[in-house]
């Protein structure tokens, strides 16, 4: 066998390796991290919750054996940002991935938002995104290595009526992850996206048993189901590890069929 040729299940280890999860106290954030953890990797849990977060850290630690933190910021605070990149570097000595979950999505017709609804999701999903990237950016570059992760979403490549913050920001996090990977290719950090269908969040909740939620949701799925949270970990495991290492740009659709039909 070629030397060039690792056995599969060694590519997705993460034994040793330090990851930043921004909205990691919860939701697909907690479910990633724990993904993560399972393979190996020490995390920093970020969230706004600091007592949510510690106990979020506090059962990942015990549950898999790794070095879990968490760290509380607000990630459209520049300067909260880099601490928290400094805090990873401060507790693992290394930041190797850095996955951007935390996002919001505020709902609603373009004439009855307001621009605080539309300014207040860019800002989140957009700008925090950006932030938590430039944060972890020189630390990744000096290291000569690092994987980074948005989270899109299926609204960041097909529209869905009522959502025009949402897709809005999504679209932007899909470019911003197609720029960036072409950016910080040569410094082999490989930036990738996820775009998660429908999954039963807290986010989705409200929408979950309403006509919009069953018809357009649930219904155009060809699984005719919600994602349920452990689903998206593989995908985060994937494009943390190196077998992932030959993908820039990237975008893996976990959608349950979604997008397919």
Do not use: H
């Not at 479910?31 to 849990?45: F, H, Q, V």
């Amino acid at each position: 066998m070629s030397k060039d040729i690792l056995p599969g299940i060694k590519q997705f280890d993460l034994s040793g390796k330090a990851a930043i999860v921004t909205g990691g106290s919860k939701g697909l954030g907690l479910a990633m991290a724990a993904g993560l953890a399972s393979a190996g990797a020490n995390l920093l849990l970020v969230n706004r919750n600091a007592a949510e977060g510690a106990q979020a850290a506090r059962d990942l630690s015990t549950e898999y054996g790794v070095n879990a933190l968490s760290f509380s910021a607000d990630i459209t605070d520049q300067q909260q940002t880099e601490t928290m990149a400094k805090a990873a570097m401060d507790a693992f000595g290394r930041i190797d991935i850095l996955i951007n979950s935390a996002g919001i999505n505020i709902r609603g017709a373009i004439d009855e938002l307001t621009l605080e609804d539309f300014n207040q999701v860019m800002t989140v999903n957009v700008t925090g995104t950006w932030l938590c990237c430039r944060a972890v950016t020189p630390f990744m570059k000096k290291a000569g290595r690092g994987n980074i992760i948005n989270l899109a979403s299926t609204l960041g490549v097909v529209g869905l009526s009522n959502r025009t913050p949402y897709t809005s920001s999504k679209g932007a996090v899909v470019q911003m992850t197609r720029a960036l990977g072409l950016e910080l290719s040569a410094f082999n950090i490989n930036v990738n996206a996820i775009c998660p269908g429908p999954f039963l969040t807290d986010m989705n909740v409200p929408i979950a048993d309403t006509e919009e939620g069953k018809k357009f949701v649930v219904g155009a799925t060809a699984l005719g189901r919600w994602g349920q949270l452990r689903e998206i970990q593989g995908a985060a495991i994937f494009l943390a590890s190196e077998a992932a290492s030959y993908m820039v740009g990237s975008l893996i659709t976990v959608d349950g069929g979604w997008t397919a039909k």
